[in-house]
């Protein structure tokens, strides 16, 4: 009965979340709940995968995971605007530039992470750049979840940006610009930069100054 009810759940949020995404690599404002809640329930339901191991069921890890990561994801996203993608390596470059052959299984990996500026006052705007590659035997699209957190002090400041995406071999850099909020303090707040899909994960961190 609980399993039923939290599917019935996630489909509801999923289903709202469709009316807001990325289009063309352009990040719509408007829509950024609602693109939001789509992205955190993808990032919930992979942290679910640990719920799911201590119940012994890894559905349901998921199921939870993803209805939780929903509902953070609707509600932060609209400290983020201007995103956009673009794709620097083809999956030629790509393999040359990693020497990589089939018999090496899956590489999703992120290459580089940034922030532009490095220095921002409350209320302005922060560029969190992050290059990735993905690299698998198939080279077939597969789904990926771009995420990226802000926290401060050792605890999460702000709740996650996460963009849905699904990509082919290749090597591509993400952007998104956070709004520090007027209320931060002065002190380093540290981006957690993370890179999300069934055949593998991977996690950099930057940083930013807020001065007064």
């Known amino acids: 009965m609980v399993r039923k009810s939290l599917t019935i759940m996630v489909a509801w949020l999923m289903l ?6 990325s289009v063309n690599g352009h990040y719509d404002p408007a829509r950024s709940a609602a693109a939001g809640t789509l992205g955190g329930a993808a990032l919930g339901a992979a942290l679910g995968s640990i719920i799911g191991a201590g119940t012994g069921s890894a559905a349901t ?46 590489i999703i990996t992120i290459e580089k992470v940034d922030t532009n500026p490095t220095k921002v006052k409350p209320g302005e705007r922060v560029d969190m750049i992050m290059s990735y590659t993905l690299l698998t035997p198939e080279n077939q699209p597969i789904p990926v979840t771009v995420a990226r957190e802000v926290q401060f002090g050792g605890r999460r400041f702000s709740p996650p940006s996460q963009n849905q995406t699904t990509k082919s071999n290749g ?3 993400d952007q998104v610009a956070y709004q520090v909020p007027k209320e931060a303090q002065p002190g380093t ?24």
């Not at 709202?16 to 995404?21: K, M």
């Not at 790509?94 to 020497?99: E, F, I, M, V």
């Open 61 to 106: 890890g998921a199921w939870v995971g993803a209805a939780s990561g929903a509902l953070v994801g609707g509600v932060g996203s609209y400290l983020y605007a201007k995103h956009k993608e673009s794709q620097v390596r083809d999956a030629n470059l790509a393999a040359q530039h990693y020497s990589y052959s089939p018999s090496r299984g899956n």
């Open 16 to 21: 709202i979340s469709l009316v807001g995404c």
């Open 171 to 173: 090597t591509y850099v």
């Open 189 to 212: 707040y540290t981006v957690v930069n993370k890179i999300i899909s069934d055949l593998g994960f991977d996690e950099k961190t930057t940083y930013f100054v807020v001065e007064r």
